[in-house]
């Protein structure tokens, strides 16, 4: 049973940083990709950054691209997210998610169809 848990969420003012983290286990194999989605009240599931497990290539949505850093831990199972000079439209739920397959794809997707396992989510909140 796949499992990912999201951590590190919380409250902080525009300007601040905040770093996410995201636990995963029970994988027999690494899968292709991770990547970090977003949620604000009333707005559509936002995919915002991927990475390939492989070799660390990530990929970023515009939105959040020279501020935020997607980063892994192969030892520890576990990805980041390290958010820098957070805006009030940052705020949003987060999620981790991970592809099911684990065979080399050339690129990681920010579509959440894509992506079969999903953590619950940590909350972010930005205040101007």
């Known amino acids: 049973q796949v499992q990912l848990a999201e951590s590190g969420g919380g409250s902080v003012q525009a300007g601040g940083s905040l770093r996410l983290s995201c636990a995963a286990s029970?994988?027999?194999?690494?899968?292709?990709?991770m990547g970090w989605f977003r949620q604000a009240s009333g707005k559509e599931r936002e995919g915002i950054a991927a990475i390939r497990t492989g070799d660390s290539s990530t990929w970023y949505a515009n939105s959040v691209k020279g501020r935020f850093t997607f980063s892994q831990d192969n030892a520890k199972n576990t990805v980041y997210l390290q958010m820098n000079d957070l805006k009030h439209e940052d705020t949003a739920m987060y999620y981790c998610?991970?592809?099911?397959?684990?065979?080399?794809?050339?690129?990681?997707?920010?579509?959440?169809?894509?992506?079969?396992?999903w953590g619950q989510g940590t909350q972010v909140t930005v205040s101007s």
């Open positions: 998610a991970a592809y099911s397959r684990s065979s080399w794809v050339a690129f990681c997707s920010l579509r959440h169809y894509e992506y079969n396992y």
């Open positions: 029970g994988y027999t194999y690494s899968p292709a990709c």
